[in-house]
């Protein structure tokens, strides 16, 4: 009887480890997709930097013609 419980025991931290090593798994994916959500809003706010001083350049030198 002992033997039974141990073994069905057994078998149940064989399927614990197999979720485990599956939800470690989501868990590396889940960290490699925000690393790259990151780099592609660090991209994203460059760009919106980039226009931002393009506008103001442009409004500097429209005011300095006026002028």
């Known amino acids: 009887m002992i033997a039974q419980e141990l073994s069905a025991l ?3 931290l064989d399927e614990i480890e197999k979720r ?5 798994n989501v868990n590396t994916r889940l ?3 925000a690393l790259t959500t990151a780099r592609a809003m660090e991209e994203i706010s460059s760009h919106w930097d ?12 429209q005011q300095a013609a006026e002028h």
């Open 10 to 12: 057994a078998h149940k």
């Open 31 to 33: 960290e490699e997709a």
């Open 20 to 24: 485990l090593a599956a939800v470690e």
């Open 50 to 61: 980039a226009v931002y001083e393009a506008m103001r350049r442009r409004d500097e030198s």
